[in-house]
Nanobody
């Protein structure tokens, strides 16, 4: 099994940038597909981005071009770089791990077996 801990959230202004981190322990992040999800108050949890074991990245339409998911294998950490932040990006951000043998869709939160505790991102206007 793998344990995940998010960090790096905070309060920023619209247009600012922020990088949140997902540190893994127990297993290497290269053994799993790692996804970022977010949940805003009163909304369903939604898919943000995923990086596959092989390194291929995927993004939801609303963040494509602004957010970048990356992986540092030496630090066993996955990052989500968020640029040009908007008020609608305000949410608790979670990272999650999906076993390689679990089939798509990659944006289905039920496909991910391991979750972190989340980190709060608030974007003010």
């Amino acid at each position: 099994q793998v344990q995940l801990v998010e960090s790096g959230g905070g309060l920023v202004q619209a247009g600012d940038s922020l990088r949140v981190s997902c540190a893994a322990s127990g297993q290497t992040v290269t053994s799993y597909d790692i996804g970022w999800f977010r949940q805003a108050p009163g909304k369903e949890r939604e898919f943000v981005a995923q990086i596959e074991i092989g390194g291929t990245a995927y993004y939801t339409d609303s963040v494509r071009g602004r957010f970048t998911i990356s992986r540092d294998n030496a630090k066993n950490t996955v990052y989500l770089q968020m640029n040009s932040l908007k008020s609608e990006d305000t949410a608790v951000y979670y990272c999650a791990a999906k076993n390689w043998f679990v089939q798509s869709p990659r944006d289905d939160s039920k496909k991910y077996a391991y979750w972190g505790q989340g980190t709060q991102v608030i974007v003010s206007s």
